[in-house]
């Protein structure tokens, strides 16, 4: 007897889904994670639905307390009666990926709750797809019917400004000790931040941090935020990393606090739920909300092209007879990969077009 | 009076470049890392010639030493009368950028000797296009003469299995104190590793972390690669996340060296540059190198198509007039990205054909 199609598969766990269940969640999150086949047939069954969800970003270096934070903001937010999801993205530095497991079980406490829903993303190894994996589970957990989801990243080479993307608020958590401040005016994390928070603030160094942080962003506002926003949209000739995302432009009335907290201690989480609660205020109130989310929505849409365009150049590739050859005289010098590009290229556009999935 | 055209500038850069002038060069790299208009004319015009360079990478976490160890391996090779270019490649975190940038500053010694070419890339914001750009500029420096390319990268992330597609042999050097041996079996290192350098070796934990290292060698070796190699090729929906180039097999015959050195002290640099060389000669010998060299060129063809669907979906997307549309349905819910995409793709597949640079 055959077993249901993928079709009818995807109906079930939509329905499923459709009526709270746990399971369907979790697995519609998996089916998303692993591309696999037939993920955008789901996904445009679930996710036809106004955007609700408050999408708080949460990111910083390793080790400056992002995870106790994200704990402390879901616990309060559960006091208050509010369902939250969580998901903890981790770029799995080969160097770093231990200490990220530790943060991961001290929230174990939140994960017998049952108005939290808590998924850790180990994303070595889907770098570039990273971006749009965390936006669609975000989705997922938004149409679910979650209304807060905290997005924790960890700041490792552009990650953290790529991640800003799913979320709607942006806190960049720094710590006293490490020298970041200066770092993250380098860095382009101003541009991403909507609140600055120093975390272990009882530490040496925290009330100068925040001065340090404050001044930047005093002369940051007195540029026109140029000179920060250097490495955005400088290369028009890639559009793709020069994504109008992370620079994106802050409603004129809003002021980027810089907050201290002390995680470990408990103090200032309320404060910082307030800024975080305060700043989507801001963004409903202001139209800048249905800015970023078209913004979202545009650069969504591009990499989702772009895959499907990548998919059907690796198809080609995978099939055609001739490219061991041409393969051989590249290696040997006897063509550039430009002029076999050139020749292959018709007719990857003029293939059959099916749609491919995912 | 109009200025020389594209296609004569690029002759001319071309002609300086054959006869071995400098500025050509640093003016031919400039073009690859800005990806200028003209670039793959210019890149057709030089890299028509078989690969002639031993070609190196030395990858490791920061404050691993490969700066003072690349310097040392360079000053032997100026010894020993070989000319040597040395790119290093900083995907600059917001948070490791400084120290970097000292390491740099101490390669200054080597700066004056004409036998030496330095090239230091920042590619903070080019994450995604930073492996075709090291593998273009190697083939330049490789197409100019130089025998001996040096490619030195700091490992966040994934970045250093990315880079491994620029090298033949590459070196992963490691320190004793940061645990880094077990770190390296789990993230993959040891499928990109065809030596081990374990250096700062005067510290306490060195020999621990030889034998560590070799006993996970030893371990891969009796599991025929297996369980190191997961991460490669398990997703099937997306090849080109799952490159077979960091995952490349290695000839059977050669084994891999855990060297042990102290660039600090001067020590073991002889033994580092030797075991490099005898891979050099290995890959050569066995008839691996040429594998390789087909493995990187059909990766690189890869990348150069998609590149170019790329650009051709952003110029669709660009100038769409009903695009503001479609986004804000999106944005809405009254639309899913993937529903957009399949409506789009065909219009962008049957667009005007004409060639794009770069």
Redesign the interface.
Known sequence: MPGPTRAERNRRLADDFRIGKRPALARAISMVE????GV??L??KL?????QARRFGITG?PGAGKSSLVAGVATLLRARGEKVAIVAVD?????S??ALLGDRIRMNDLATDPGIFIRSMAT??????LAATTREVVDLLDAFGFPNVLVETV??????LEIASAADSVAVVLVPE???GI??M????MEIADLFVVNKADRIGADRMVREIQQALALRAGHGMQGVSG??G??L?????ADEEPGRAHAPAWEIPVLKTSAGRGEGIEEFLDALLAHNRHLTESGAL?DR??R???S???D???G???????RF??SHPD?PV???D?????????????E???A???GT?K?D??
Chains 1, 2 share one sequence.
């Not at 700041?155 to 953290?160: A, I, S």
């Not at 499907?308 to 690796?314: D, F, H, P, S, V």
């Open positions: 692993g591309r696999r086949p955008a047939d996904l445009q996710l036809l639905a106004r955007p270096p770029p799995t530095s080969p160097y990926g231990g070595r190894g889907s770098l570039g797809g700041g490792v080479g552009q990650t953290e490490s020298g970041d770092q993250a380098k860095a382009g994390l490495h955005h400088v290369d000739s890639r559009p793709d990393e249905e989310r078209e979202r929505a545009r969504r849409l591009r989702v092209v772009v499907r365009l990548r998919g059907r150049a690796e590739l995978a490219l041409r393969i051989a590249i290696a040997a010098g006897r063509a550039t990969t430009y002029g076999v590009a050139d292959l290229i018709p990857i556009l003029k077009e749609s999935q995912g």
